[in-house]
Structure formats: C-alpha cells, structure tokens
C-alpha cells in the first residue's frame, strides 16, 4: 500500500510491483504486506521510478518478520536498475523469525540513464508467510 512504501523525495515515485498468482496472501494496509511464497525463487518487489544521479550511492532497505515466530525465513534481497546500464546489488537474508528485523541492500549507480531501481525480496523458504514493512530508498 501507498502508506508502507516511503520515497526517499518528492521526485521519486514508488510502486509495488505486480506478484506472480502463485503467491499468495498479499494483505496490504497500513501495516505493511503479508505474503507467502510457494516455491523458491519467488519474489515480491517494489520499483522505485526517477532520474538517478551517477556516483551517488542508494540504500533500499525494508522490516521484515515471520508470522509465525517458530519459522524461519531466508532468501536474497536485490535491487537491480534499469532504463540505462542494467546493474544489480544482492544481499543475503538470513534468519529471520518472528522479530522485526531491517534487512537491507547499498549501490552505486554507474549511469545517468537509469530511471528505475527495483527492490526484490527473493525466497529460499517456501510457503512461509513474511510481514513486510517500511520500504525505503535512501
């Protein structure tokens, strides 16, 4: 939802991205988002759209737990760029239980056509349900 998404300014625009059918349990609101990956490799992401400045390094991070406090969650957070020089940064996720925890993935954009940074957070564990909330770009 627009409320859990936060932009860094007011020129950037933020959208969660389409999910894939299989996922499901996509609950959105003022809490955040609620989802359940089936099999791994899925992924829910959110797209960050403006002019990206080159040299200058962006920090997109999310809060993330599991529903259930006895499971456990693991899997990649990426943030990729495109509409220039595509370019990725991956960071591993792992452990993550019924604690909010803030999991979080740094690059530098290496070209001034890039107009859009989209922020992924792949599963390795399937079927287990994650909140997610206050996704950022800074």
Known sequence: SATALVPSDAATTVAQEPVDPAVTGLITGTGGVAVTMPTSGDSVAYSFTRRFVAGETY??????????????????????????????ASSAVTGVSGAWTRISTTFTIANTTNTKLKLSLVSASPGVEVLLDGVVLQ
Not at 59 to 83: E, H, K, N, Q
């Open 59 to 88: 920090t997109a991070s999310m809060w993330i737990r599991t529903a259930d406090a006895a499971a456990t969650f693991t899997g990649t957070l990426t943030l990729a760029a495109s509409g220039g020089t595509a370019q990725t």
